[in-house]
T-cell receptor
Framework: GAGVSQTPSNKVTEKGKYVELRCDPISGHTALYWYRQSLGQGPEFLIYFQGTGAADDSGLPNDRFFAVRPEGSVSTLKIQRTERGDSAVYLC????????????????FGEGSRLTVL | KQEVTQIPAALSVPEGENLVLNCSFTDSAIYNLQWFRQDPGKGLTSLLLIQSSQREQTSGRLNASLDKSSGRSTLYIAASQPGDSATYLCAVTGANNLFFGTGTRLTVIP
């Protein structure tokens, strides 16, 4: 597609369950980012991929959160043993960056996946 | 750690007015600064990107400036319209990451 696609758009789950959120970036974009946004706040960085590898995962809040990008395009954010505090909108963004170069590209965001943990 | 502040948090103006949104950041070692628009329940739409070597960028009724040394950026919106109502976020780019402000919620009153 033309833009960044995220699925599902909405996910309601129970505390303790496992959740996967998917991001399909713009074709040809090597850089992919996951952010989390709570109501009334700006997006909070979680993890950044350059190609298949996680170049920076310093924003992941704890070991219940994990993300993969096995083929360098689609990424999946995985949350184990969900807690009510995980409820937020999870945003994915991609940008066009040459491998190994400093990141200076414009970011394009998807519509987000709204996660609600009951 | 980079901190980004946006003032005001909310702003209401009558249609047709020109307005300025402010963004400040604590660490001037940035690669670029980006302004985004976010409508309720939606993702972020990129408005303008200013590289660290640039001082301003223009797109239609929007003009963004960057003063890296003082850690400030402004977004100027000319002849505001009700359709401009949204939350405007600025974000500065570090080595691997964008740091966001909390946004300014703009309401343009018809």
């Amino acid at each position: 597609g033309a833009g960044v696609s995220q699925t599902p758009s909405n996910k309601v789950t129970e505390k303790g369950k496992y959740v996967e959120l998917r991001c399909d970036p713009i074709s040809g974009h090597t850089a992919l980012y996951w952010y989390r946004q709570s109501l009334g706040q700006g997006p909070e960085f979680l993890i950044y991929f350059q190609g298949t590898g996680a170049a920076d995962d310093s924003g992941l809040p704890n070991d219940r959160f994990f993300a993969v990008r096995p083929e360098g395009s689609v990424s999946t954010l995985k949350i184990q043993r969900t807690e009510r505090g995980d409820s937020a909108v999870y945003l994915c963004a991609s940008s066009r960056n040459s491998r190994g170069r400093t990141r200076t590209g414009e970011l394009f965001f998807g519509e987000g996946s709204r996660l609600t943990v009951l | 750690k980079q901190e980004v502040t946006q003032i005001p948090a909310a702003l209401s103006v009558p249609e047709g007015e020109n307005l300025v949104l402010n963004c400040s950041f604590t660490d001037s070692a940035i690669y670029n600064l980006q302004w985004f628009r976010q409508d309720p329940g939606k993702g972020l739409t990129s408005l303008l990107l200013i590289q660290s070597s640039q001082r301003e960028q223009t797109s239609g009724r929007l003009n963004a400036s960057l003063d890296k040394s003082s850690g400030r950026s402004t977004l100027y919106i000319a002849a505001s319209q009700p359709g401009d109502s949204a939350t405007y976020l600025c974000a500065v780019t570090g080595a691997n990451n964008l740091f966001f402000g909390t946004g300014t919620r703009l309401t343009v009153i018809p």
